[in-house]
């Protein structure tokens, strides 16, 4: 009886482990990223109105128009007129402004024009891009390169500059790029925010060593990793011109991917902290959308082993499917605003964060190069 029990049990851990490993249908995958966005835009009709929370926000700042990118990539797998008129109606009711300021080299508030720069592809009116371009050619004019002091804003801005270089095809915006992601990496806060040995980034330079979690391991929030691995795809789906800037790009989505690989949960998910298990620890839905995003968006492309890293991906994409997102659309274990794993705790199914946007964008730019990589 006893061997009988054990083999039973060997045989659902089994089947469970097939399961988390099975890559879903395109139908499948495009169905739960309607779900989560079909309530985002019931709950948002008005693309325009102010995000109200703590203090009033325009709704173009960096949540949102982080969820602009997803509903691009939504699009471009699953094209609809209301997704598109959905976007225009956000950016001209902001009159293609950046967010609270156009006259702004902040990398938040400057993130919404990835989407008017692909609504400009689509119809090149030039007034969807006239600010956004002016404040990144003072930029480029200048001679600060130290305006990335945080990692969100690699996500936020490097693919702007790259975006731009190929809109214009001058390669001033792709050196300006890299001028300032070496700064972020190399000098920042005195010695950069990149840890070569690990393989990933502190936040900012406040989390940079002697700083250590809990357990005695190096500060690596998983949101903020997520952040620089999605910037690594998105700039080099621009195809940079310059094979030293390529490689290195590359280099870093490949290197991040093999330190994530070792620390994902046996659920799919990653921990909020990604060397320190125990502090906060428990599936957060923002990075893993991310890791999901970068790896699979790294497979499709070549730079990643389809063996190596297509069981990771789909794990985590089933977890989030199965765990976390809701039956009417809302994603669960989304981690509020912050910048460490201490950030807009507790995490939980049920956990309402602050900002449900950037989350759901996440969530849309993993299923999108999910929804590739099936059959």
Same mark, same amino acid.
């Given at each position: 009886?006893?061997?009988?029990?054990?083999?039973?049990?060997?045989?659902?851990?089994?089947?469970?482990?097939?399961?988390?490993?099975?890559?879903?249908?395109?139908?499948?995958?495009?169905?739960?990223?309607?779900?989560?966005?079909? #309530?985002?835009?019931?709950k948002?009709?008005?693309?325009?109105?102010?995000?109200?929370? $703590?203090?009033?926000?325009?709704?173009?700042?960096?949540?949102?128009?982080?969820?602009?990118?997803?509903?691009?990539?939504?699009?471009?797998?699953?094209?609809?007129?209301?997704?598109?008129?959905?976007?225009?109606a956000?950016?001209?009711?902001?009159?293609?402004?950046?967010?609270?300021?156009?006259?702004?080299?902040?990398?938040?508030?400057?993130?919404?024009?990835?989407?008017?720069?692909?609504?400009?592809?689509?119809?090149?009116?030039?007034?969807?891009?006239?600010?956004?371009?002016?404040?990144? $050619?003072?930029?480029?004019?200048?001679?600060?390169?130290?305006?990335?002091?945080?990692?969100?804003?690699?996500?936020?801005?490097?693919?702007?500059?790259?975006?731009?270089?190929?809109?214009?095809?001058?390669?001033? #915006? /792709?050196?300006?790029?890299?001028?300032?992601?070496?700064?972020?990496?190399?000098?920042e806060?005195?010695?950069?925010?990149?840890?070569?040995?690990?393989?990933?980034? /502190?936040?900012?330079?406040?989390?940079?060593?002697?700083?250590?979690?809990?357990?005695?391991?190096?500060?690596?929030?998983?949101?903020?990793?997520?952040?620089?691995?999605?910037?690594?795809?998105?700039?080099?789906?621009?195809?940079?011109?310059?094979?030293?800037?390529?490689?290195?790009?590359?280099r870093?989505?490949k290197?991040?991917?093999?330190?994530?690989?070792k620390?994902?949960?046996?659920?799919?998910?990653?921990?909020?902290?990604?060397? $320190?298990?125990?502090?906060?620890?428990?599936?957060?839905?923002?990075?893993?959308?991310?890791?999901?995003?970068?790896?699979?968006?790294?497979?499709?492309?070549g730079?990643?082993?389809?063996?190596?890293?297509?069981?990771?991906?789909?794990?985590?994409?089933?977890?989030?499917?199965?765990?976390a997102?809701?039956?009417?659309?809302?994603?669960?274990?989304?981690?509020?605003?912050?910048?460490?794993?201490?950030?807009?705790?507790?995490?939980?199914?049920?956990?309402?964060?602050?900002f449900?946007?950037?989350?759901?964008?996440?969530?849309?730019?993993?299923?999108?190069?999910? #929804?590739?990589?099936?059959?």
């Amino acid at each position: 009886m006893k061997k009988k029990l054990t083999f039973l049990t060997l045989l659902i851990f089994a089947a469970t482990l097939i399961e988390a490993q099975t890559l879903p249908s395109k139908e499948h995958v495009l169905s739960h990223m309607k779900r989560a966005n079909d #309530y985002f835009m019931a709950k948002w009709p008005d693309p325009g109105v102010p995000i109200v929370g $703590d203090r009033v926000r325009p709704s173009n700042i960096w949540t949102r128009a982080t969820y602009y990118e997803g509903l691009m990539a939504l699009n471009a797998i699953q094209p609809e007129k209301r997704y598109v008129d959905y976007a225009l109606a956000w950016g001209e009711a902001h009159g293609w402004g950046l967010a609270w300021k156009n006259d702004n080299r902040n990398a938040d508030d400057m993130c919404c024009g990835q989407t008017y720069i692909d609504l400009y592809r689509m119809d090149p009116k030039p007034e969807k891009i006239k600010i956004l371009k002016e404040a990144i $050619d003072k930029m480029v004019a200048s001679d600060k390169i130290d305006d990335w002091w945080w990692i969100d804003a690699l996500h936020m801005a490097m693919p702007l500059f790259a975006r731009l270089g190929t809109l214009e095809n001058d390669t001033k #915006y /792709w050196d300006r790029l890299f001028e300032m992601y070496l700064h972020t990496r190399n000098a920042e806060g005195g010695k950069g925010l990149y840890n070569p040995k690990d393989r990933l980034w /502190w936040r900012d330079k406040d989390f940079d060593p002697p700083y250590k979690e809990p357990n005695g391991e190096d500060c690596y929030w998983s949101r903020g990793n997520g952040w620089v691995i999605a910037a690594m795809a998105r700039v080099l789906e621009e195809n940079p011109p310059s094979v030293k800037h390529r490689k290195e790009y590359a280099r870093m989505l490949k290197k991040m991917s093999a330190a994530l690989l070792k620390v994902q949960r046996e659920d799919g998910f990653w921990n909020v902290s990604l060397h $320190d298990p125990g502090n906060y620890g428990g599936p957060e839905s923002s990075g893993t959308a991310f890791f999901v995003y970068g790896m699979a968006w790294g497979i499709n492309h070549g730079y990643l082993s389809k063996t190596k890293y297509l069981p990771a991906v789909v794990k985590a994409w089933n977890g989030l499917c199965k765990e976390a997102l809701h039956e009417n659309g809302f994603i669960g274990y989304m981690q509020g605003t912050g910048k460490e794993p201490a950030s807009s705790q507790p995490v939980n199914y049920d956990t309402i964060p602050n900002f449900e946007d950037y989350g759901l964008g996440a969530f849309l730019l993993a299923g999108s190069e999910v #929804y590739k990589l099936t059959k």
